[in-house]
């Protein structure tokens, strides 16, 4: 939140309790849509002047305007309706809170909760021990502090906890962004520059073959360039984006059973995150062992209404060294970073490694209620 933003909050706020309370008294004066017209009734302004004024109202009428008891008991209602309120407000929302959610250990928990509970006592009661016989009796002159108190400690740690969320959304959503762009350019230089050479080849044999792949390759370009930059993209789409890698990745390896790819059920009109699933497929082509194996790389989708069951693996032999330039492990931690964030409690992700097989299964329910 902008500091602009939140200094029009909290004034809207304060000036919340004296505005609502003269309206209050106001249109008490009136029956139920009758007596608006009342010449006798006292404006909007006038109560509200009243208000403010009635905080320095002297409250032993019978004495003299300057005794000690006067003077105390016009500081006791100020510091009743106005010092008190705004101090419990501000420490719990400027100091006690965010304590609480920095540490949240026994003691930041403590502090607080004995503040609220000793300090309107000790104050009330030295202010009450001067000006018991002219402002409220000592009950009743404790039990609205410690109303005041207590409402406005939890006024300042709603407020708090309220900004720290909104907060907290706004980083979670400039990290999103933030991992997308990063995302976006781990694009495996190395399969961009073999697809080119690949089709620069294919241009001298089979020219056909080779505006195929160049508009295949245009097409993952432009998909994740600018169809990317919105929150949710069509299944259909991103299932597109794949099949065009997938293509463009065999005929680097030249081998045309290399990959396989079902699809059960209707991508159609299910919505989902971008890019969800593409760093799963480059990190099999990369770190496939066999690549000249029949179905080395299997990929399919099984999708049952919201639910999307995504399924990935690859022939991978532990005992041979494959190179690894870090850009696969950096986007697949960007992937489950997402799937937390966006799918917190709505997906199950689950990678194996065994009898030479690496997989991964991605479950993820798309429904946003």
């Not at 510091?79 to 003691?107: A, D, E, H, M, S």
Request: overall charge positive; charged content about 15%.
């Amino acid at each position: 939140m902008k500091k602009s933003t939140r200094i029009i909050v909290h004034v809207a706020f304060w000036t919340f309790f004296p505005i609502a309370s003269a309206l209050y008294k106001w249109s008490g004066q009136f029956g139920f849509m009758s007596g608006f017209f009342n010449k006798t009734a006292k404006t909007f302004f006038q109560i509200l002047t009243e208000n403010i004024q009635s905080l320095f109202i002297p409250p032993d009428i019978g004495s003299e305007v300057w005794t000690a008891s006067n003077l105390f008991g016009i500081i006791f209602h100020i510091y009743v309706f106005i010092i008190l309120p705004i101090g419990i407000f501000y420490l719990f929302y400027g100091l006690f809170i965010p304590k609480v959610l920095k540490n949240k250990n026994l003691t930041s928990k403590l502090i607080p909760t004995l503040f609220i509970v000793f300090a309107p006592f000790i104050f009330t009661s030295l202010f009450s021990f001067v000006t018991i016989a002219v402002r409220w009796e000592y009950a009743h002159s404790i039990t609205i502090t410690y109303i005041i108190s207590i409402s406005f400690a939890i006024l300042g740690s709603l407020f708090r906890i309220f900004e720290n969320w909104i907060k907290t959304e706004k980083l979670a959503k400039q990290n999103l962004q933030s991992e997308m762009a990063l995302l976006k350019s781990q694009v495996n230089p190395h399969f961009l520059f073999n697809t080119l050479n690949n089709i620069d080849s294919l241009i001298k044999t089979n020219t056909d073959k080779a505006s195929e792949m160049l508009v295949k390759l245009s097409e993952i370009m432009r998909y994740m360039i600018y169809e990317t930059n919105i929150e949710r993209v069509y299944l259909s789409n991103e299932i597109s984006h794949l099949k065009s890698y997938i293509d463009l990745q065999k005929i680097q390896f030249a081998n045309a059973e290399l990959a396989s790819l079902s699809i059960k059920g209707s991508p159609n009109n299910i919505l989902i995150a971008p890019m969800l699933f593409i760093p799963f497929v480059e990190n099999a082509f990369k770190h496939c062992t066999n690549k000249n194996a029949q179905n080395a790389i299997r990929i399919s989708f099984s999708i049952e209404k919201n639910i999307i069951n995504f399924n990935c693996e690859n022939i991978f032999d532990t005992t041979q060294h494959i190179f690894k330039d870090g850009a696969s492990g950096v986007g697949l931690n960007i992937v489950e970073r997402r799937l937390n964030l966006i799918y917190s409690g709505k997906h199950s992700l689950i990678i194996n490694e065994k009898n030479n097989t690496f997989q991964v299964i991605l479950s993820i329910d798309t429904n946003e209620n």
